[in-house]
């Protein structure tokens, strides 16, 4: 078994997910981080992971949905437009 890291390695690289973490929660950062724990909860968080994942999806279509109905919208409007200088 390996001794637990006691100090982050130096020039390690610092994500962003990993600043929201301490952001939020200090103490857990230090545990998981520095002391190489894990959480006991792991099945819960990779549901959370998942249905993060699955509404990322969901927010992503609406969105090209949207795009797609103001081209389609715009287009209907030339063609009404070129209908009527005719």
Wanted: glycine letters at 8%; a positive charge.
């Amino acid at each position: 078994m390996t001794e637990p890291r006691q100090t982050p390695a130096k020039g390690r690289i610092i994500r962003a997910s990993e600043l929201g973490q301490y952001a939020y929660c200090a103490r857990a950062w230090w545990l998981q981080t520095i002391r190489g724990a894990e959480p006991a909860n792991t099945r819960d968080l990779q549901q959370g992971e998942a249905a993060h994942r699955q509404h990322g999806r969901a927010v992503w279509l609406a969105g090209a949905a949207r795009w797609a109905a103001i081209g389609l919208l715009a287009l209907a409007a030339l063609l009404a437009l070129l209908a009527a200088l005719r």
